[in-house]
């Protein structure tokens, strides 16, 4: 089964998606390593101890699956690096989930991949005057002081060790500022952050990812995690993406069918975590 004849609500979203963003290279940090064996793309920061190493097989894994995934066992083995498949409902073989366990890879919560026009996203939403969302500082001093709210802010929402997705991306930030961009959502009384998320816009494409987003639990139910959404819509708009593409938790994903965005499949990461030397 293709990405065109996969059963979902909006089948051409899903193709293009399928067609501009997982095909190309056009999603992955510039200074990440991007390589290919056979069908496999694997992409990887150069130093092993760091987080974000990925593996894609948009178009399959040919005749031997099971020696494709044997290979990438060995090569991150080797190099002692964590690495994420990421593989989607429509993706072939049908059995993949079933292989890749077998050969010690660990699934991760299933999400849901809302795509949508950013127009429906971008409409504005009224929030309490005790909260504010905008971009993180330009100052450095000032967004040192902000990334370190935030890395509090996901370890109060996802428990220890969360905050290593927010180091992850705040270097994809850092490194490529024309493509991706944060949003926090501060409360103004107690001066601090408490709701954050990034958008990452997928060059050439129609595609702007909204990634990271979180509302500290004590601040939820005021609009924040629509707020920050639409304020990143709109940049992604205002850049020429007319597409909002967002890997849902069952938490979210009401809030954004509500904004206008539609499940179209749905996405496992599966981890694969070697020793590391």
Known sequence: MTAKDA???????????H?????????????????????????????PAEDGAMIDSPAGLGPDPAAVIERQVAF?????????WKTYSYDEPADLPELLRAYGFVPEDEEALMLGPAERVARPVTIADRYAVRAISADPASAQAEWEQVEALDEAVFG?????????????????????RSVVAVDREEGVIVGHGVLRLVAGTDFAGLWGGKVHPEHRGQGLYRAMAAVRAQWA??????????????????????????????????????PRE
């Open 7 to 17: 059963p979902t609500e909006t089948p051409d979203l899903l193709r293009r998606f």
């Open 160 to 180: 220890q060790g969360g905050a290593a997705w927010s180091r992850v991306l705040r270097a994809e930030e850092e490194a490529d500022r024309q493509h991706v």
């Open 237 to 274: 708009l205002d850049a020429g993406h007319s597409i909002c593409r967002v890997d849902a938790l069952p938490t979210s994903r009401p809030i954004l069918i509500r904004m206008g965005l539609s499940q179209v499949a749905t996405t496992t990461p599966y981890v694969l975590a070697p």
């Open 76 to 84: 991150f083995t080797a190099r002692g690096q964590r690495v994420e």
């Open 19 to 47: 067609e501009q963003v997982r095909l190309t290279e056009r999603e992955y940090v510039p200074t990440h390593v991007v390589e290919y064996d056979g069908p496999v793309r694997r992409v990887y920061p150069p130093d």
